[in-house]
């Protein structure tokens, strides 16, 4: 009897071993979704400002860039693959641009957002209703955060909807840090009690420590970031300066010479790529999207 119960109880563990393997494990909660690339173009142009241009239209401006710095690079050297080369570079212009101008504009607004908190912190002492609070931030707040508050307050005026307009409110903005107050705002509004106070003077806190140690961070950060473009740029300024006496650089329109540019290209790009990457500080993203 001894022998068929420890028997059965072998089995039995074998059988949950075995079916541990099979069985599908849930997606934990916490889980971020991932953004593809364009989507997160897309955060970067309505983050730059750039309210009426499209994913599609940027693209657009790319291969714009390339065919036209192609033809006159061609045109003025007649070595295909330099022309090749410097389109290809030129192509990423319209993206680098709107990048650099989301980051100039993110880093303002981080040091705007605990204003705007503070402002809506007041609003709320002063009696105001969580949507007013929000909606005088469109003349009251700071200048690069009215417009798109001033949206929700026609918004909310038209509609009275609180959560639907704090969602397009979400999509104008396209911000980490509008991201989390417009849900912390969210929460507040359907859970209510005194504690809202007390969480936006957190929130502003906490906002205004972030801000000031990236701005210490990136202030050190700088330098290799300058040192690491200016080490990019070098051998193609060279190759430039050599481009204006098309004899010195017939070699490359050889099959060895476009062999040594694409190789020489590729380098660059992943030694300009491993600088950033290694230096780089976080960004936030938008989890709550």
């Excluded at 028997?7 to 059988?15: I, K, P, S």
């Excluded at 957002?113 to 007013?132: F, K």
Aim: hydrophobic share 50%; with cysteine.
């Amino acid at each position: 009897m001894t022998g068929l119960l420890l028997g059965l109880t072998f089995g039995v563990g074998t059988f949950l071993i075995w079916w541990s393997f099979w069985v599908p494990t849930p997606r934990e909660a916490s889980s971020v979704t991932r953004v593809g690339p364009l989507e997160r173009l897309s955060d970067e142009i309505v983050q730059a400002g750039f309210t009426g241009l499209s994913v599609r239209t940027l693209i657009a401006a790319c291969i714009i860039a390339f065919v036209l710095v192609l033809a006159f690079v061609q045109a003025a050297v007649g070595v295909l693959p330099i022309a090749g080369c410097f389109a290809l570079m030129t192509s990423f212009a319209p993206i680098a641009l709107v990048r650099r101008r989301a980051r100039m504009r993110r880093a303002r607004l981080r040091d705007l957002w605990p204003d705007a908190v503070d402002n809506i912190t007041s609003g709320v002492r002063a009696g105001m209703a969580l949507p007013e609070a929000l909606s005088q931030l469109g003349t009251r707040g700071p200048d690069e955060l009215r417009e798109p508050f001033l949206a929700f307050a026609d918004d909310y005026r038209l509609s009275g909807r609180f959560h639907d307009c704090l969602d397009r409110l979400k999509e104008r903005l396209s911000d980490p840090v509008g991201d989390r107050l417009v849900e912390s705002l969210r929460i507040a509004r359907e859970v209510g009690g005194t504690d809202l106070g007390h969480l936006l003077r957190t929130l502003s806190g906490f906002l205004r420590e972030d801000a000031r140690t990236r701005a210490e961070l990136e202030t050190r950060q700088s330098w290799t970031v300058n040192a690491a473009r200016l080490a990019v740029a070098a051998p193609w300024l060279v190759l430039a300066m050599l481009s204006t006496n098309p004899q010195s650089v017939r070699a490359y329109a050889s099959g060895l010479g476009f062999v040594v540019l694409a190789v020489g290209g590729a380098l660059t790009a992943l030694a300009y790529w491993s600088m950033l990457r290694i230096g780089r500080l976080p960004e936030d993203e938008r989890v709550l999207r």
